[in-house]
DNA sequence: CGTCCTATTGAAATTCTTCAACACTCGTGG
DNA sequence: CCACGAGTGTTGAAGAATTTCAATAGGACG
C-alpha cells in the first residue's frame, strides 16, 4: 500500500481566531481542513475526530502518481483533500478503463477488503488525510452510525457507476463526451446550483484519461470537442479551460432521461 | 410500488422433520425456504427471523413483468428466492441498458432512497419474499451488524458494476459475448468450483436482453455466439441450452486480467 | 534549439449497426 | 388438423460510426 505518508506536510500551528467556544475541542490537525465539514469528519463528534487525529497522516501525490496498485495489499483508507483521483482497471493487453472518479471529500478505500482490484492514480496533484484501517473499524465497533456514512457513499458509488454504465453502453461518442463534460461541470462546484449557467471550469484530466473514461480512443475524444465546440455548446481555450454558455443545452446533449 | 403481494403462496403447513432442536424457533415460512440460509435470512438470529416473517409476503412475478418501476415511490425490499432479474435504465429515445442482473438470493431494493432511478424487471418467473423497508430499518437500529450484511451486498455490486464497465468500455463484441456467458456460467450454479468443466446451463435471458446487457444489437450477439459456437467454445440447443466444455477456455476469449 | 508530451486533423481500415429477408416455435382458432 | 400470426433468432449486404495509422502543430523544459 502507498497511502503511507510520503511528503508529509506535517502539523502547523495554526493562528486562526476561534469560531466557536466547541473550537477548543477539535483537533489542531483538523480546524482548517477542507474536508473538516464533509465527507467522513462532517459527522465526526469532537471526540471521535480527536481519536481519529491521532493516527492519521497528510500525504501528497503528484500527478500520474499511483495511490493503489492493482492487486495491492491496503491497510489505509484516506479522505481527498484536494485533487482528482481515478480508479481503474486493465485488460492483460493493456486496454484501461478507468471505472471511477473521486473529488474531495470523497472517501478512498474498499472497505472490507484488503485486496483492491482497482488501481487509483493521481489525476492532478492530490492531497490526502490518510489512516489505518484498523482504525476506523474500532470506531465503527463504538458507533456504528459510522458504517451508515459509509454505507451511503457506497451507494453512491454504486449509483455513479451504474449510470457510467448506460453512458458506456448505450450512448454515441458525441453524447458520451457531453456527458463528460456535463458531469465535470455539476462536480466542479457543488455548492452551485446545477441550472445556473454559465460554468467555467478545467478540466482535470488529460485527453488520454478522458478517452479511458468514455471508452474511446484520444482522437475520437477530440473531434467530438470540437464538433461541441463549433456547435457553440461549450467553448475551449488551452485544451483544458471550458466555459459552458447553458448547462441546459449540455444536458440536451447527453440525450438523458432524468 | 409492485412489490406488494399479487400471487401470494401463502403460509404452507410444512410435515417437514425436525433437523435440530432449534428449528422449533423458526418461522414455518421460513423452514423449507431457499434463502433461508442465504443472503439476509441467514445471518438472522431465531427470534429476528421470527420478527422479520411477522411482516414478509411472497410474490411471483411472471416473465418480463416490473418489480419495480422507474422513478417509483419504493416502500419494501425483497429476497428474490428464484429466477433471474434485470436492473435497467433508459434513454429518452428508448435506448436501454441493463445495469444488473440479480439472482437467488440477492436482496433487491436501494435502501436510504425511496426513490428508484433504475426500472427492475423479471427476466424470468421470478418468487420473491418481500418486507416493509420500515421493518428492517428498526432491525438495524436493534442490531447493527445487519447494516453490515447490507453494506456488504452493496460493495459486491459495486465491484460487479465496475468489471462490467470494462466490458463495456474496452471490451470487443466477441469479447463482451464470451464475458457475458462466463458470467452466467459462473453464477448458475455457485457451488461448483469455476475451474471445473464442462459446465452447462440455460440463458436466462433472451437475445434483446443479452444485447441490452452488452450494449450491443440482437444482430451482433447472435453473431458473435455462433462465431463462439464454430471456434468450439460452447455449444447451443435451442437458443438456450449451453455447454461449455472448457471454461478456461471462455475465460480466455473474455481477455480479463484477474 | 531539440526533445518530449499533448492535442488536433485527415484518410483508410475496421467494427458494429441498420435494414431486410428468412427460419423456427408456439399457441389460437377456423 | 392445419393455417395463421406473433414472437424470437439467424444470416447477408450495405451503411455508419469509430478506430487505426500517419502527419502536423504547439507548449514546456533542459
Redesign the pocket.
Given at each position: 500500500m502507498n497511502l503511507s505518508p510520503k511528503t508529509g506536510e506535517g502539523i502547523q500551528a495554526l493562528s486562526e481566531e476561534r469560531k466557536d467556544i466547541h473550537n477548543s475541542e477539535i483537533p489542531v490537525v483538523c480546524r482548517s481542513c477542507e474536508a473538516r465539514h464533509r465527507g467522513i469528519c462532517g459527522v465526526l463528534s469532537p471526540d471521535q475526530l480527536l481519536y481519529l487525529s491521532k493516527f492519521t497522516n497528510r500525504t501528497i501525490y503528484s500527478e500520474s502518481e499511483e495511490l493503489v496498485s492493482n492487486g495491492e495489499q491496503v491497510e489505509r483508507y484516506a479522505n481527498i483533500l484536494s485533487g482528482v483521483v481515478k480508479l481503474s482497471k486493465l485488460l492483460i493487453d493493456g486496454r484501461q478503463q478507468i471505472v471511477g472518479l473521486q473529488f474531495a471529500p470523497d472517501f478512498l478505500g474498499r472497505p472490507f477488503k484488503s485486496k483492491s482490484e482497482t488501481t487509483a492514480e493521481a489525476v492532478t496533484d492530490v492531497r490526502v488525510c490518510s489512516f489505518p484501517k484498523s482504525v476506523l473499524e474500532t470506531m465503527i465497533q463504538k458507533s456504528p452510525e459510522l458504517e451508515r456514512i459509509l454505507h451511503e457513499q457506497s451507494l453512491r458509488e454504486l449509483d455513479e457507476a451504474r449510470n457510467w454504465m448506460m453512458t458506456l453502453g448505450r450512448k454515441?461518442?458525441?453524447e458520451k463526451v457531453a456527458s463528460f463534460l456535463y458531469l465535470i461541470g455539476a462536480n466542479i462546484d457543488p455548492e452551485k446550483n446545477i441550472t445556473m449557467s454559465p460554468v467555467s471550469f478545467e478540466i482535470p484530466l488529460?485527453?488520454?484519461d478522458i478517452a479511458d473514461f468514455l471508452?474511446?480512443?484520444?482522437?475520437?475524444?477530440?473531434?467530438q470537442?470540437?464538433k461541441l465546440r463549433k456547435s457553440g455548446i461549450i467553448s475551449?481555450a488551452n485544451?483544458r479551460s471550458v466555459v459552458i454558455p447553458d448547462m441546459r443545452a449540455l444536458h440536451r446533449a447527453c440525450e438523458e432521461n432524468c
Amino acid at each position: 500500500m502507498n497511502l503511507s505518508p510520503k511528503t508529509g506536510e506535517g502539523i502547523q500551528a495554526l493562528s486562526e481566531e476561534r469560531k466557536d467556544i466547541h473550537n477548543s475541542e477539535i483537533p489542531v490537525v483538523c480546524r482548517s481542513c477542507e474536508a473538516r465539514h464533509r465527507g467522513i469528519c462532517g459527522v465526526l463528534s469532537p471526540d471521535q475526530l480527536l481519536y481519529l487525529s491521532k493516527f492519521t497522516n497528510r500525504t501528497i501525490y503528484s500527478e500520474s502518481e499511483e495511490l493503489v496498485s492493482n492487486g495491492e495489499q491496503v491497510e489505509r483508507y484516506a479522505n481527498i483533500l484536494s485533487g482528482v483521483v481515478k480508479l481503474s482497471k486493465l485488460l492483460i493487453d493493456g486496454r484501461q478503463q478507468i471505472v471511477g472518479l473521486q473529488f474531495a471529500p470523497d472517501f478512498l478505500g474498499r472497505p472490507f477488503k484488503s485486496k483492491s482490484e482497482t488501481t487509483a492514480e493521481a489525476v492532478t496533484d492530490v492531497r490526502v488525510c490518510s489512516f489505518p484501517k484498523s482504525v476506523l473499524e474500532t470506531m465503527i465497533q463504538k458507533s456504528p452510525e459510522l458504517e451508515r456514512i459509509l454505507h451511503e457513499q457506497s451507494l453512491r458509488e454504486l449509483d455513479e457507476a451504474r449510470n457510467w454504465m448506460m453512458t458506456l453502453g448505450r450512448k454515441s461518442a458525441s453524447e458520451k463526451v457531453a456527458s463528460f463534460l456535463y458531469l465535470i461541470g455539476a462536480n466542479i462546484d457543488p455548492e452551485k446550483n446545477i441550472t445556473m449557467s454559465p460554468v467555467s471550469f478545467e478540466i482535470p484530466l488529460k485527453r488520454a484519461d478522458i478517452a479511458d473514461f468514455l471508452g474511446l480512443t484520444i482522437e475520437t475524444v477530440s473531434r467530438q470537442l470540437t464538433k461541441l465546440r463549433k456547435s457553440g455548446i461549450i467553448s475551449i481555450a488551452n485544451n483544458r479551460s471550458v466555459v459552458i454558455p447553458d448547462m441546459r443545452a449540455l444536458h440536451r446533449a447527453c440525450e438523458e432521461n432524468c
